[in-house]
């Protein structure tokens, strides 16, 4: 089944301690991003790779690392969680980029950072 | 001004009519359109894409474009319970660059 999958689904950590959050797809796409979505604001762009070992920020970059070492994952990492990384955090992927085909999305990991 | 709008809703509908979503833009480069249906606590799922103005349909769905007002649509026709979720507009400028609306809440009522 073509897919992409994350883990956690939930995850709960307190301040400062690192975390990761593993994205992988199996549709052979190109092209693979990070979303946060929070009430009242959407789905906001944190990262993005259009490729193996390219990666380019989003529009919420700050406090988030990424990358892209083989095509099929791009692991999202925090090194030093604060309380307003608390979301819920979508990997997308596509063939080319987004904006010509759409994407598929992951099924989500919700963070809480206390 | 928000670069992708949407009404917040909630849409309320009657099982079996129209439900009509509506979603401006301001970038007029803008060349691909999509509509997502997100359903509570689970991930967005596209649904639609258009990239023409005109309409274009698929099952119950269809999206209307017209790119000189800047607006994209979605009428849902026949509309059943299990189409109650909230639908999200996204528009891009650019192969790389993607923007989402916040969304519309859409309820159809049994």
């Known amino acids: 089944e073509a897919q992409v999958t994350q883990n956690p689904r939930y995850l709960i950590t307190v301040t400062g301690k690192k975390l990761t959050v593993t994205c992988s797809q199996n549709?052979?796409?190109?092209?693979m991003s990070w979303y946060r979505q929070d009430p009242g604001l959407g789905l906001r762009q944190i990262y993005y790779s259009m490729n193996v070992e390219v990666t380019d920020k989003g529009d919420v970059p700050e406090g988030y690392k990424v990358s892209r070492k083989e095509k099929r994952n791009f692991p999202l990492i925090l090194e030093s969680p604060s309380p307003n990384q608390t979301s819920l955090y979508f990997c997308?992927?596509?063939?080319?980029?987004?904006?010509?085909?759409?994407?598929?999305f992951g099924s989500g990991t919700r963070l809480t950072v206390v | 001004q928000k670069e992708v709008e949407q009404n917040s809703g909630p849409l309320s509908v009657p099982e079996g009519a129209i439900a009509s979503l509506n979603c401006t833009y301001s970038d007029r480069v803008s060349q691909s359109f999509f509509w997502y249906r997100q359903y509570s606590g689970k991930s967005p799922e596209l649904i639609m894409s258009?990239?023409?103005?005109g309409d274009k349909e698929d099952g119950r769905f269809t999206a209307q474009l017209n790119k000189a007002s800047q607006y994209v649509s979605l009428l849902i026709r026949d509309s059943q319970p299990s189409d109650s979720a909230t639908y999200l507009c996204a528009v891009a400028p650019g192969t790389y660059k993607y923007i989402f609306g916040t969304g519309t809440r859409l309820k159809v009522l049994a």
């Open positions: 997308a992927s596509s063939f080319v980029g987004g904006g010509n085909y759409g994407y598929t």
């Open positions: 549709m052979n796409h190109e092209y």
């Open positions: 258009i990239y023409s103005n």
